[in-house]
């Protein structure tokens, strides 16, 4: 029982951090149009960036930093890139978007290097919070989860009850109408891809001590944000904000419990085989649920594209 | 003054010989690993490691064979064996008569075998294979062959070494064996499970599981299970990312034992862990540079870092491997002829600036050497990595580790 609260408190860290990414990303894909594939490449970046400051002036004014920096450089991609680009429509976004995550990556390794670089969490937060049964419960998940929090109470304030937010949701349904109106379209798209990716950086710095940071951060973390996105509909935050924590509790739990394929074959009334060692299906029973954790969010994914190819709460239907 | 005579004399005769002919030729050992990709700073700092060796152990002593010089070429595989072949075939054609990798058994695997073919179709050509680091136990055992010698403990060495040392601890009840779901996780949790119940009957698994490769973004909850099963000491052997993120993640969520591994210093790991892995981590490995065994090896140290400040000296075997290579042309009294340095290396004795002596064992070409337990931390640590404070330390050290090991390796020379 202990341990199922400290699960849910671990899966709720992981699936925070995935919703800071797939926040913005699916904000960004109900303006293009197009999966931005470079969105993980700006989460590195904001770890490394915060990095960078907090070697000269601490980890805190890098929290501050590292994220404005990330959003101003995403600005500027999508003024002079994506906007560009735009006119010759999906395909050259996508590729441009594409071209531009190997490149944030290579740029990368050109300026930190290829190894790890030691980015830590501040000895402020260096404590344990509160134990549960023997668990300790890091101070730094604790604020972890404020700051995620905080951010999406905030983006749900601006995007609902203020002017800006509605501009911004109409300007993301009918850019014409808004357009006509009056309104800049082109830059509130450039606000919302700065924010979007600045949203990303944020995660990146908070990220960065915990998941260690790497030039392959990125991609380690990248098509987990897309499988988000897809569960959760794509251009929906509250379907972004409710996939990101089903992935949080699915990987968590199962990596917590030792659940045995041989469990689940014989349950559905499957006997096993009476030589395993010489069953071709050998390798299927003796799998236990550890071992693929992490790749349970794929399967989710494929089975929500069959039977509800929208998303959980996704409104486009093509 | 003798030298000076002497090397008048050689550069007079080599004038007289014709300076056209072999004067200006190198031995040249091919260095097939990955040079770009994800592992490129493993490959390049391994390579930086072979030229240093080459220069400051050799050719700064003259070279060989009264002054041919040693020169390193790199070749990039990218850590593909099938790109590993085609860079052989180029060493080769480019006359290069020794190789050397060691990142990935699977490519070592490809290696020895193609080597081995190569040296029966083309006696005028043949080449040694020199492998530095790839540790799966089947190259000196089932897949040996003459041309293929290991500078490195295998696997089952090393977790012999380890093993050896929580035999010790009578405090270590609960041991946690934790990898990376492919060939060599599984080899080291098979192996930790052997020696284990050979050697401490009284200690209990109480955790043996694997994890996808390269995958895990949180290993939080393999943690939790770590500490919640009364876990005194983990055994992994985890590599790169894999090894940093379930590392930190054991010791953030409160687990104060032992992390017994191989992989975990160096390459930025060392000062990623800094603090946190202070009196946790543990590895296996050969070598002793802290505290330095003698001043040559300080010096050698010392030397490597003013030329390459960004890299550590977290390959001593590199060393080794020049060092015995060296050696076995000097007795051989021939570059050319690989079969007679192959016969003199093996079963070849060698003592190593870095403490110890090395045994070539005849009859698999598997090194045995002092094997030691390292550990993380930044007390007395003349030499550290990264350029952090932290380091490794010698903490025990097993001789002549594993020196009676089992092989299957039939070892047939040539004819």
Known sequence: MDLILVNLIDG?????????????????????????????????????????????????????LAPL?????????????LRRVHQYGHVPELIFTFGLALLIEELVQFVWGKNHVP??????????????????????????????????????????????????????????????????????????????????????????????????????????????????????LWGALVASLLIGWITTFAKSYNIEMEAILNGIGIGTPENLSESPFRDLWSLTSPQIADILPYVLMVLILIFRPAGLFGKRIQ | MKNITKLGAVSA????????????????????????????????????????????????????????????????????????????????????????????????????????????????????????????PALT????????????????????????????????????????????????????????????????IVGDELHPIGKVNDFTPYARKIVNANTDAVITGNWGADMLGLGKSIIENGYTGPIYTYYAAGSGITAAFGESGKGTIRLVGEGQINPPPNDEAAAYVTAFKEKYSDGNVDQTRIANTIGMLAAAIEEAGTADDVVAVANALSGMEYETIFGGKIFMRPQDHQAVQDLHIFEHTDVDMPFPFDNSPYGVRVIKTIPMASADIETTCQMKAPS
Not at chain 1, 31 to 54: C, D, E, K, Q, R
Not at chain 1, 136 to 156: D, E, R
Not at chain 2, 19 to 46: C, E, M, R
């Open chain 2, 141 to 204: 055992n089932d897949k040996c062959n003459f041309w293929h010698f290991r500078f490195d403990a295998h696997a089952d060495m090393k977790m012999d070494a380890i093993t050896d040392s929580i035999a010790e601890e009578t405090d270590i009840k609960n041991v946690y064996v934790i990898g990376q779901d492919y060939s060599f996780g599984k080899a080291v949790s098979d192996a930790a499970n052997k020696f284990l119940g050979e050697k401490r009957a009284d200690v209990t």
């Open chain 2, 13 to 136: 005769l080599s004038l007289i010989v014709g300076a056209s002919a072999s004067f200006a030729d190198t031995i040249k050992v091919g260095f097939i690993d990955p040079l770009s990709g994800p592992f490129a700073s493993t490959g390049t700092n391994g390579l930086h490691q072979f030229e240093f060796a080459a220069d400051y152990m050799v050719n700064a002593n003259g070279g060989l064979l009264d002054g041919t010089m040693m020169e390193v070429v790199g070749f990039d595989n990218k850590i593909s064996p099938k790109e590993s072949l085609i860079q052989l075939q180029v060493a080769i054609d480019q006359g290069i008569r020794y190789i050397v990798q060691g990142n990935s058994s699977g490519v070592a695997n490809a290696l020895t075998e193609a080597v081995d073919k190569h040296n029966r179709r083309n006696p005028d050509s043949r080449v040694l294979f020199l492998n530095y680091a790839a540790v799966d």
């Open chain 1, 12 to 64: 709720l860290v992981t699936g925070l951090l995935l919703f800071m990414l797939s926040a913005g990303l699916t904000l960004i894909f109900s303006m293009m149009g197009v999966l931005n594939f470079a969105h993980a490449s700006f989460y590195m970046l904001g770890a490394y960036f915060a990095y960078s400051i907090s070697l000269a002036l601490g980890f805190w004014i890098g929290l501050l």
């Open chain 1, 119 to 236: 980015y830590n969490s501040p000895e402020i937060l260096e404590f344990t919070a509160f134990a549960i049964a023997g668990n300790s419960i890091p101070a730094y998940k604790i604020f972890m989860i404020f700051i995620s929090v905080g951010i999406f109470v905030g983006l749900l304030y601006v995007l609902t009850k203020t002017r800006v937010g509605m501009i911004i949701q109409a300007a993301l349904s009918y850019p014409r109408t808004v357009e006509a109106l009056g309104h800049n379209v082109p830059l509130i798209f450039m606000g919302v891809f700065g924010v979007g990716t600045a949203l990303a950086g944020v995660a990146g710095v908070i990220a960065g001590p915990v998941l260690s940071t790497f030039p392959g951060m990125a991609f380690v973390l990248g098509p987990i944000v897309f499988v988000a996105i897809v569960i959760g509909g794509l251009g929906s």
């Open chain 1, 69 to 81: 920096i990330v959003g101003v450089a995403g600005a500027m991609v999508e003024r002079y890139g």
